[in-house]
T-cell receptor
Framework: NAGVTQTPKFQVLKTGQSMTLQCAQD?????MYWYRQDPGMGLRLIYY???????DKGEVPNGYNVSRLNKREFSLRLESAAPSQTSVYFC????????????FGDGTRLSIL | AQSVTQPDIHITVSEGASLELRCNYS??????LFWYVQSPGQGLQLLLK??????LVQGIKGFEAEFKRSQSSFNLRKPSVHWSDAAEYFC?????????????FGQGTRLTINP
């Protein structure tokens, strides 16, 4: 009964280092999403993948890249981490119908020094 | 621009008291509407959703929400809160289209329960 699994749960990076956040879902969902959560700003969409083989930018894509590895997995990469990317990152998945809810992982807390 | 406003950043209520969390949205057309709850250190869990029909929707854990088109609001209510309701609550809206949801979230309201 895993749902959406994110790894790692915590990470500390130095400015300029690279990092890939992993996300996997076992609900056979077609659509997957990456959000960042910052205090007082709610969740903001970074990138999403409507289906395997497609990715699109969300509201705040700068500084990030994504890969939809297969139907289950959707990774988020920071090529050169910056302190402004310190945040909690959430992965979510859903069926590709806008009236279906998104299912969220427990998040990755990322600090960049 | 699409936006969701939750005017109350932090609310404190006593256990057993009633609760109302406010949500107002600005959107081109009537969107799909959601309330999510986030417990500390965890992801978001869906409480309820509104798509069409009856404007009063029931959710899990005894929550309900009322959609008021004229006020562009979707306020969340509970008649009697329990200590376990302490969490952060997010209102979100999304487009009425086929395909992936590009949700817009409010800033969140943190709920504290006094014993």
């Amino acid at each position: 009964n895993a749902g959406v699994t994110q790894t790692p749960k915590f990470q500390v990076l130095k400015t300029g280092q690279s990092m890939t956040l992993q996300c996997a879902q076992d609900m056979n969902h077609n659509s997957m999403y990456w959000y960042r959560q910052d205090p007082g700003m709610g969740l903001r969409l970074i990138y999403y993948s409507a289906s395997e083989g497609t990715t699109d930018k969300g509201e705040v894509p700068n500084g990030y890249n994504v890969s939809r590895l297969n139907k289950r997995e959707f990774s988020l990469r920071l090529e050169s981490a910056a302190p402004s990317q310190t945040s909690v990152y959430f992965c979510a998945s859903s069926e590709p119908l806008s009236n279906q809810p998104q299912h969220f992982g427990d998040g990755t807390r990322l600090s960049i020094l | 621009a699409q936006s969701v406003t939750q005017p109350d950043i932090h609310i404190t209520v006593s256990e057993g008291a009633s609760l109302e969390l406010r949500c107002n949205y600005s959107y081109g057309a009537t969107p799909y509407l959601f309330w999510y709850v986030q417990s500390p250190g965890q992801g978001l869990q869906l409480l309820l959703k509104y798509f069409s029909g009856d404007t009063l929707v029931q959710g899990i854990k005894g929550f309900e929400a009322e959609f008021k088109r004229s006020q562009s609001s979707f306020n969340l209510r509970k008649p009697s809160v329990h200590w376990s309701d302490a969490a952060e609550y997010f209102c979100a809206v999304g487009p009425r289209i086929q395909g992936a949801q590009k949700l817009v979230f409010g800033q969140g309201t943190r709920l504290t329960i006094n014993p």
